[in-house]
């Protein structure tokens, strides 16, 4: 039993470094990418364009031996054109489901808060229950099924805002950012980069995908740190600075994502540093700020606080 997270790590540790190998000077997004493709959860990126947010999803993409497909979100895009439609066949007199970009293992969302809410709201349906429905017939989704969405700033022109309760929906928030100097430069003397992400090989398939993810739950959680989580969920709640504190769907996405990161670390249990590594990106997106006086302050910065002030178990 003591072996089996040793080897996991092993194997998981392949999958980090073939991912670093192709995204430069990002080994914590690249990390709780993975962490989040573990937990069954879903990735908000919120970033400017040309920070490398498609070159992510296709290194994963290749290295689990997923399939990948990129849906571009205009203000246009209707719901069937993500997730199908059935047509009239006249050679079989019947009407056939036409499959939407939707149906892959890994979806790049690029640009979600640019198409209406009614079609962010088919794709995170779609998330949220790994199945679609299209006239009345379900339609399983494959499985793993991840979604890395993207979204503008919200002071750009002509997005459209996720409400609280969608983005509820993806276990983490991340940002990429630009690269530091010594990654550009590695990026720019590497011209076949791209070819290069194209290229790579599985370092494991999906059906030990999902055997890693189906342990994620097995993970040892000490009540200490159940006592813990409450207390730092609570805090937001009870804060003076945010209007809207963590839902009980943040209090379980955090702790799968700490068990998962305990997985990928090479743990069979999870330690307080993984909730406070993780507390930051699972909960940012998930609560609001009361109106301050403070314009510069973000929920980051009140959970930090909060990190602060909630006393760690021993």
């Known amino acids: 039993m003591s072996e089996r997270p040793r080897l996991q790590a092993s194997t998981l540790q392949d999958l980090v470094e073939q991912v670093e190998s192709v995204i430069f000077g990002k080994p914590q997004t690249v990390r709780r990418a993975i962490t989040t493709l573990l937990a069954g959860g879903h990735v908000l990126l919120e970033d400017v364009p040309g920070t490398g947010k498609t070159s992510l999803a296709r290194a994963l993409a290749r290295s689990i031996g997923g399939s990948f497909q990129r849906v571009q979100f ?3 895009l209707l719901p069937s054109d993500v997730l199908g439609v059935n047509l009239y066949s006249m050679k079989r007199e019947s009407f056939q489901f036409h499959a939407g970009p ?4 890994v979806v790049l969302a690029d640009e979600l808060n640019r198409t209406s809410p009614r079609t962010q709201s088919c794709l995170l349906e779609a998330m949220a229950e790994g199945r679609v429905s299209v006239d009345g017939t379900t339609h399983e989704l494959p499985k793993p099924f991840f979604v890395i969405a993207t979204q503008n700033p919200v ?3 002509g997005t459209y805002p996720l409400p609280e309760s969608q983005l509820d929906r993806f276990l983490m928030r991340l940002s990429i950012g630009y690269p530091d100097r010594e990654a550009s430069q590695r990026i720019l003397e590497d011209p076949h980069l791209g070819r290069r992400i194209t290229e790579l090989k599985p370092v494991l398939d999906l059906e030990a995908l999902q055997g890693f993810m189906r342990a994620v739950p097995k993970i040892a959680f000490d009540d200490s740190l159940t006592g813990y989580l409450l207390d730092l969920v609570e805090a937001t709640r009870r804060s003076r600075q945010l209007a809207l504190g963590a839902s009980m769907r943040a209090a379980i996405d955090l702790r799968r994502a700490s068990q ?8 069979n249990y999870v330690i ?3 909730l406070k590594e993780l507390f930051v990106p699972v909960v940012a997106h ?3 700020l009361a109106p301050l006086r403070e314009t510069d302050l973000d929920t980051s910065d009140v959970l930090e606080e909060i990190l602060d002030q ?3 178990p021993a």
């Open 286 to 288: 998930r609560v609001l």
């Open 155 to 157: 002071d750009f022109e």
């Open 102 to 105: 939707v149906f892959h293992n």
């Open 310 to 312: 909630v006393k760690v």
């Open 74 to 76: 205009t203000a246009d």
């Open 272 to 274: 307080p540093d993984d």
């Open 260 to 267: 998962a990161q305990a997985l990928l670390s090479g743990r």
